[in-house]
């Protein structure tokens, strides 16, 4: 049963996340190739014919593919995806946006968001904002598939040496034309992979109460979050928003500060390994999931947790 | 320009689901139901072209049980002029609706189609790139910012790294986020104003086109539940724990 799996990238370096990817391939069948479609991504080739999982890489470079429209994308992947049983990718926006175009196209029912691999047919898969999990089971002959990458580890990747096999660009559509991207640049490390996330929720009661939030993540080398509410309360932009409407995170600890802890937040966070709730409503919802609640006014609680942080000196970066 | 925009009936953002005991679903008897919350943001964003001269026409189209009819009806009472209600008493998948949909562009044909970027219920963020797929139109997904001129339309998008924004030609598909706009409350008046205004009724199985669902959904059950841990009284005892106990930092 070979697999495809589209490599997301920057046509320099290769995205974390498609590790992830990879891992989740490897628990469908061994026989995993990988596209890399890009502009001048030779580098990312190299980079994935080192993960030991993969068995083959398709690369393909066009300046129609420099900026991964869905509208040029789509006819290159449904053209390569004829010998395989399954077409994989991350269910992040970039996997998001294309997917489903290549799914309609080979008239294929997706499966997005898998966060569990029964067998080649059976996934598990979150809906309603992870309120439920549903197993279901695909009986198109082939699959389209988005795997939610923080359900899976990422695989390793040194060690291999697969076979790089360079193929033809598709004609492109040109109904659809890159114009820019803006990145947030941060210090801190992403979101998305960080080990430790502080996030502050309508409690800290304005941006400028951010500070103390950004203290302690520089103490923890932590990714700042929020909840929906601090960002529709213009405390904090949207790119820190965690929940069902923003980020899915899953760190090693996550620091819930003046967060209540509605359905849409927990669904982006409640994974995490260890949680952690300050709030000052001892009624809060977010207490029922934490594994350590600390009922208190976080004005006074920050100041102090980044005091006994300083007093420890063995903070792993 | 006209404008099509599709709206779903789903479970209220604000009531907390319940998975039914026999793993066949979620409950949704005796449940508040309302449209799915991108939809609104993808019916104001048509209002807003109207309203600034640039939309002649806005069609809302929903598909699903008679009482889908409501989420068409609030469209009408917020801007829409008139309705399209698919009737189908069961699911229907994501690729499903998009043949369906396809069917309602091609007699419509409309400019623009608009569309949550995902429905709050199944989670599947389809529908809008496999509609655009079938037509052979662009798609601007994830929309957080729009600009109409002439016959093209910048869409400046939500990505994991930050925003994105692209050109692309008309017509399109446009799937909305929530921070598209702020989509407004009907008023008593256009309530009442809607209720004449008129909803034409299909039936999906009469459009022609193959709705067969092809994912079964085995089971459907609770997530594994979290345990709530300790409350602790005091920073120091909060820092002792993480560090000596759960070994986090």
């Known amino acids: 049963m070979p697999i495809l799996l589209i490599a997301e990238h920057d046509n320099s370096s290769l995205k974390a996340f498609t590790l992830n990817a990879i891992t989740a391939a490897s628990k469908i069948d061994q026989e995993i190739n990988v596209l890399v479609v890009g502009n001048k991504c030779e580098s990312v080739a190299k980079e994935v014919a080192a993960v030991p999982l993969v068995k083959k890489i398709l690369h393909v470079e066009s300046p129609n593919y420099e900026n991964f429209l869905a509208e040029n994308l789509a006819p290159l992947i449904v053209k390569v995806s004829e010998p395989y049983t399954h077409i994989i990718a991350s269910a992040n926006t970039f996997g998001k946006n294309f997917m489903p175009r290549v799914s309609a196209l080979l008239d294929i029912s997706q499966i997005s968001d898998v966060i569990k691999i029964n067998n080649s047919e059976e996934f598990l898969r979150p809906i309603?904002?992870?309120?439920?999990?549903?197993?279901?089971?695909?009986?198109?002959?082939?699959?389209?598939?988005?795997?939610?990458?923080?359900?899976?580890?990422?695989?390793?990747?040194?060690?291999?040496?697969?076979?790089?096999?360079?193929?033809?660009?598709?004609?492109?559509?040109?109904?659809?034309?890159?114009?820019?991207?803006?990145e947030v640049k941060s210090e801190r490390p992403e979101l998305g992979t960080a080990r430790i996330v502080?996030?502050?929720?309508?409690?800290?009661?304005?941006?400028?109460?951010?500070?103390?939030?950004?203290?302690?993540?520089?103490?923890?080398?932590?990714?700042?979050?929020?909840?929906?509410?601090?960002?529709?309360?213009?405390?904090?932009?949207?790119?820190?928003?965690?929940?069902?409407?923003?980020?899915?995170?899953?760190?090693?600890?996550?620091?819930?500060?003046?967060?209540?802890?509605a359905i849409q937040h927990l669904a982006g966070m409640k994974e995490s390994k260890i949680i952690v709730a300050i709030n000052k409503d001892g009624e809060a919802p977010i207490f029922s999931i934490a594994d350590y609640g600390l009922e208190a006014d976080l004005f006074e609680a920050l100041p102090q947790f980044l005091d006994e942080l300083n007093k420890l000196n063995t903070i792993q970066k | 320009m006209k404008i099509l925009v599709a709206v779903k009936r789903v479970i209220d953002y604000n009531v907390q689901i319940r998975v039914k005991e026999d793993g066949s679903g979620v409950n949704t008897e005796n449940v508040k139901m309302s449209t799915n919350p991108p939809d609104d943001n993808a019916i104001e964003e048509a209002v807003k072209l109207k309203e600034a001269g640039k939309a002649k026409e806005i069609v809302a189209v929903t598909i699903g049980e008679e009482k889908a009819q409501e989420t068409v009806r609030k469209a009408l009472a917020?801007?829409?002029?008139?309705?399209?209600?698919?009737?189908?008493?069961?699911?229907?998948?994501?690729?499903g609706i998009a043949k369906i949909l396809k069917k309602i562009v091609e007699k419509e044909k409309p400019d623009i189609v608009f569309l949550?970027?995902?429905?709050?219920?199944?989670?599947?963020?389809?529908?809008?790139?496999?509609?655009?797929?079938?037509?052979?139109?662009?798609?601007g997904t994830f929309a957080s910012k729009i600009e109409h001129k002439d016959k093209v339309i910048k869409v400046t998008r939500e990505v994991d790294e930050g925003l994105e924004t692209i050109e692309i030609n008309l017509p399109a598909v446009i799937t909305c986020d929530l921070r598209l706009n702020e989509p407004r409350f009907a008023s008593l008046p256009n309530i009442m104003k809607a209720k004449k205004k008129p909803i034409e009724q299909f039936n999906a199985k009469d459009l022609g086109v193959d709705i067969t669902n092809r994912i079964h959904q085995i089971k459907v059950e609770e997530p594994p539940k979290r345990k709530g841990g300790v409350k602790v009284s005091s920073v120091a005892e909060l820092v002792s724990k993480l560090k000596n106990e759960a070994k986090v930092i």
């Open chain 2, 78 to 95: 917020v801007g829409a002029d008139r309705g399209i209600h698919v009737k189908s008493e069961s699911y229907i998948e994501p690729l």
């Open chain 1, 128 to 182: 309603y904002a992870g309120n439920a999990f549903a197993t279901v089971k695909s009986s198109d002959k082939k699959k389209c598939i988005t795997i939610r990458p923080t359900s899976f580890d990422a695989a390793p990747k040194s060690g291999g040496s697969a076979s790089i096999e360079k193929i033809e660009a598709t004609e492109t559509p040109n109904i659809s034309k890159f114009i820019k991207k803006e």
């Open chain 1, 198 to 261: 502080i996030s502050g929720g309508r409690g800290m009661q304005s941006g400028e109460n951010f500070k103390l939030i950004n203290s302690i993540a520089d103490k923890l080398n932590a990714a700042v979050g929020a909840s929906r509410a601090a960002v529709d309360a213009g405390y904090i932009g949207n790119d820190h928003q965690v929940g069902q409407t923003g980020k899915v995170v899953v760190p090693d600890l996550y620091i819930a500060v003046g967060i209540s802890g």
């Open chain 2, 116 to 139: 949550g970027k995902q429905a709050i219920d199944d989670d599947c963020n389809q529908t809008g790139q496999m509609l655009a797929a079938l037509l052979s139109w662009p798609q």
